[in-house]
C-alpha cells in the first residue's frame, strides 16, 4: 500500500491509497480533478501531468525517454513534471506528494 | 423546479462522458442525461483491440470515470437503453421501451458501430466477432479460449485488425490477416508504414496477406474455411472483422437534420437544427486548420469537439479548431500521428533506426502531418510546428543527427 497525496487546482489537498496500477489511474477513480487521462494511461496524450514534490523526486525515480519527450507538450513543464500514468504505485512511493498541473 | 433545463445526450462514450462532465464544469446548472444502449459503466474503447484484450484485463481498470464521480456531479446515467426516436417538435426522446424523456438541448453522441460485409456465408459462420465494444471483447476471449488450434483470421489490415492481430498473437494465436487492397493501413497511411508493419508482424509471425477479397465463408461444425477471390482460402476457429465502421447517424437522419458522411456540424458543433449538437465519431466537420471537412474516428476528436459544445451550451462561443492526434499501439511500437496527412504531395523521412523514425508531410513547404514510430519527440516537434506553421529545413530534418529545435527556417 502506498499514500499519494494531491494538491489540485483549486489547492484541495487529496490524500489516496492505492495498492497498484498506476498512479493516474487511481487519481481518475477518485476524481482527482485535473487528472483526465484521455488516453487511457499509455504517455499519448499528456493530460496526466503532475509536478512531483522536491523531496519526492528521488523515490519517483526518473521518466522514460518517450515520457520526457511527451512532457514538451505540455508548455508549464519542468523539472519536476510526470505524467503520472507512468509511474506505478508501489510501497517504494508511499507518502509522495504531487501537485497538479494547470 | 419548472424552469430547471434538461441536457439529453445520447450516446454515453468517450464523447458523451466527456461533454457531459465538461457541461457541469461550464456551470450548467440543468439536469444532465446520459443514454447508452451499453451496460456496461462508460469505458476507454482503444485498450479493447491493444492492452486490454492482450493482458486480459478488467473493464474496472479502464474506466473513463469512476461511478461516483457521475453521482458527484449529478450527471444520471441511463445504461442499457436504447434510444429509437427523436421527436424535435415536442423536443423529447423516446426509448425502444416506449419512455419519453422531454430535453432542452439534446446532445448526440452516437459514435458509430463496426461494419459487417455482405460475405457470402457469414451469418452462419461461427465465432465471428467485430470489435467495437467491451461485450465483443469478452466474446473473443470465450471463442479464443474455447478454440483448438487456436486459428485466428482477421478480415481487415486497417489498425483495429492490425491491433487485435497483435495482442492474439501474443496470447499465443497462429493468426492471419486477409486484406483487401494491395497493402495493409491502405485507408489512413501511406506505403512507407504500410511496409514496415507488415514487415513487424511478419517477424512476430503473423501472417499478412493482401489483395484478398474475401467472398465467402464455409462452415462445418465449428470449424470455418474463409475464401477469397483469387480462390486462396484459409482456416478459422475464430473470425475477427475489422473493416471499417458505419456512422450511426439514423435517429438524426430521421428527423432531417443534415447528414453528409456523418451528422454535419457547424465550428460550435450545432447541428442543422437549433438546440441540437452532436460530437465525436458520428460527426462531419469542418477543421480550421486545414480548411477541410472531415470525419475523424479518434479520442481526441471525440473530447475536444464535447469541451467545445458544452462551452457554446453554457453561452460561452467557441469554435472548434483543434490539431488532430491519433495513436496507435502494436507489440513493443507505438505509433503516434499528428495532423491529417490528405493532400501531401512531398514527404521527409527521419531515419534513427529500424524501429525509431518519423515520416514529415508536406504540401509545399507546408507542414501537414507527422507520423512517428517509437519517436515521441518528432511527435511532439511535429506538433509544435503544425500549430506555428513553421517552414522547416527538410534538408537539416532529413538528418537524424540535427537537433529538431534547429531546423526551423522562419
Ligand atoms: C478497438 C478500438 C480501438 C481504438 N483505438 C484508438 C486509438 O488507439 N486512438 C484513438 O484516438 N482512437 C481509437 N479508437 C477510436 C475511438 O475509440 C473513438 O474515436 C471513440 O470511441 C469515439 O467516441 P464517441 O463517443 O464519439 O463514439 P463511440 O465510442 O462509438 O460511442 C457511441 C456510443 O453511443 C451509443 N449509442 C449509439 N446509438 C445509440 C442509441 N440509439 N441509443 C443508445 N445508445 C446509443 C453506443 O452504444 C456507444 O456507446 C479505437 C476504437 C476502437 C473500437
Ligand atoms: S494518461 Fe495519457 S499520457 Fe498519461
Sequence with gaps: ?102 | MSNTKTCVVIGASHAGVNFAFALRKEGWQGNIVLFDKDETIPYHRPPLSKKYLELEDSIQNNLLKPIESYEKDNITLSLGKVVSKIDKEAKTIELNDGTIQSYDVLVLATGARAFVPPIQGIQQAKNVFTLRNATDVANIRKAFHASEQKKIVVIGGGYIGLETAASLKKLGANVTVLEREERILARVTTPYLSTFFTKIHTDYGVHICVNKGVTEIKTNGNKNTVICADGSSYEADVIIIGVGIKVNTELASEVGIVINNGIEVDPTAKTSEEGVYAIGDCTYHYNKLYNAFVRLESVQNAVDQAKVAAANICGKPTVYNALPWFWSDQYDIKLQIVGLSQGFDNSVVRFEDENKFSIWYFKGDRLLAVDSINNAKSYVFGTKYIKANAILDKEKLANAESDLKTIVVN
Excluded: P, W, Y
Excluded at chain 1, 11 to 18: C, D, F, I, P, Q
Excluded at chain 1, 40 to 56: N, P
Excluded at chain 1, 74 to 99: H, P, V
Design chain 1, 1 to 102: 500500500m502506498a499514500k499519494i497525496t494531491f494538491i489540485t487546482s483549486d489547492n484541495e489537498k487529496v490524500t489516496l491509497e492505492g495498492a497498484s496500477g498506476s498512479v493516474m489511474q487511481l487519481a481518475v477513480n477518485n476524481g482527482v480533478s485535473g487528472i483526465d487521462g484521455d488516453c487511457g494511461g499509455v504517455c499519448s496524450c499528456a493530460t496526466c501531468h503532475v509536478f512531483v514534490a522536491e523531496k519526492d523526486l528521488e523515490k519517483v525515480g526518473d521518466a522514460s525517454e518517450i515520457e520526457t519527450d511527451m512532457l514538451e507538450l505540455a508548455d508549464e513543464a519542468n523539472e519536476f513534471s510526470r505524467l503520472c500514468c507512468q509511474i506505478e504505485i508501489s510501497e517504494a512511493i508511499d507518502g509522495i506528494e504531487l501537485t497538479v498541473a494547470k
